[in-house]
């Protein structure tokens, strides 16, 4: 190891991150990310790695896309910052305007934050606010963020770690079980169901077919608002803009971020319908966030949407999704070792054998030069997501590479 890397690593374990640190060094990974471009993250001492990890999706269209990074410098090159939070921006408004655009049914409005979790937040507190009830209802395991609100659903192990889990205003349930959902909602007194399409860190387990459309309906009723959180799977890489289309769903509430930035810029949102976004019209100061829908960040995401709304973008996460396909087909037909795979677009569970089995790809993968990572809340599934601009050769180049590392895991 270069002695740079060598003091990066000592830095950060001492002022960082000492734990993370301590947990990637047992499984054996060293990374630190230096130089950063397209599909390609670089080690500080210059191993190159295919990033099919992408952040949940943050580097949805690649790591520095030139018309990102164009856009970042016309930005700074305008007359304007993060701008104030307070007066009408003329950025704001066309993003929030095309957000409302580019969502299924009736969304009205667009409250802005800077990141995912934030966002979350402001989508609990609105449907708290539209339906004057306080309790939430969340998929056992799933993830929406480590704010107080947000890191109070799903999994709730990491807020009652800080004391902050608020068991009397959540309940979980388990995913694909529309009868618990029932169950849950019957009593008319919850706010709203917060559900990722694809439960992420769950290891992407898909909805069985007409699970989500059954949650929607049991929502209306019962008076219940729909929170899609689509911080990992909209932006197109569901071959859809959102993927809870894909589903026939139309959500009260669109949560959206990561990829939102360009990978350049921090921005999330939460797009509301016009229940959800009453308090608007009542209390313009209830929910206020300084760098939430900076101009600087709108600047970039309107870039993001024009490109990711493009009919030759979503045209090629589609054809692309298809090769993808056939590729994990023919491993699966090859590996026993590779129990399933779970995949909507350009969006990929892999299931391997072993509890463990994620975590000793991610470290097999990582030696052979792709970073993809395994799922916190299942280890035996491996997230596999390719950016959006992925061609075959580079697909195959991946499962060149997948290929050896299920061999070596599986030996
Ligand atoms: C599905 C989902 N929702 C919300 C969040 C929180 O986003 P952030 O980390 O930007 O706060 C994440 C982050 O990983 C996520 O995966």
């Not at 070792?337 to 470290?363: N, P, T, W, Y």
Request: aromatic letters at 8%; a negative charge; charged letters at 20%.
């Amino acid at each position: 190891m270069s002695k740079i890397k060598d003091r990066v690593i000592k830095l950060n374990k001492q002022y960082v991150c000492p734990d993370k640190i301590r947990i990637f060094n047992q499984i054996g990974i060293d990374l630190v990310i230096g130089k950063r471009e397209g599909p390609y993250i670089y080690d500080l001492d210059g191993k190159k790695l295919i990033d099919v990890h992408i952040n949940g999706g943050t580097y949805n269209l690649g790591h520095r896309h030139p018309e990102i990074i164009d856009a970042m410098k016309e930005a700074m090159e305008l007359p304007i910052d993060i701008g104030n939070h307070h007066f009408p921006s003329p950025l704001r408004g066309e993003v929030a305007e095309m957000l409302v655009r580019l969502s299924p049914g009736d969304m009205e409005y667009c409250v802005f934050a800077s990141g995912g979790s934030e966002a979350v937040d402001i989508a609990i507190k609105s449907a708290r606010y539209a339906t004057q009830r306080r309790k939430i209802v969340s998929i056992d395991n799933g993830y929406h963020g480590r704010t107080g609100l947000s890191g109070a659903v799903g999994n709730t192990k990491n807020a009652a770690f800080f004391l902050s889990d608020m068991p009397q205003d959540s309940q979980i349930v388990p995913f694909n079980d529309i009868s618990a959902m029932k169950r849950a909602l019957e009593n008319q007194d919850i706010a709203a169901v917060i559900i990722e399409t694809i439960p992420a860190t769950l290891g992407f387990p898909l909805p069985e077919n007409g699970y989500l459309a059954e949650v929607k309906l049991i929502c209306e009723q019962t008076g219940t608002l729909f929170i899609a959180d689509e911080v990992q799977t909209g932006l197109s890489r569901s071959g859809k803009i959102w993927a809870i289309e894909k589903f026939n769903v139309v959500p009260d509430i669109i949560v959206t971020a990561k990829g939102l930035s360009g990978g350049i810029y921090p921005i999330a949102a939460a797009i509301l319908n016009e229940k959800a976004g009453s308090w608007l019209l009542e209390d313009g100061f209830a929910h206020v966030s300084t760098f939430g829908g900076s101009e600087i960040g709108c600047h970039v995401a309107k870039k993001v949407l024009e490109i990711i709304s493009r009919p030759e973008t979503l045209a090629h996460v589609n054809s692309i999704s298809a090769y993808l396909s056939d590729s994990f087909k023919t491993l699966q037909e090859k590996y026993s070792h590779l129990l399933e795979v779970r995949q909507c677009g350009l969006i990929a569970g892999l299931k391997f054998d072993g509890e463990m089995g994620a975590v000793f790809m991610s470290k097999a993968l990582y030696d052979n030069g792709v970073w993809a990572m395994f799922s916190g809340y299942d280890l035996s599934v491996l997230q596999f997501k390719p950016y959006l601009f992925a061609d075959q050769a580079l697909v195959d180049v991946i499962m060149e590479k997948l290929e050896k590392s299920i061999i070596q895991c599986s030996s």
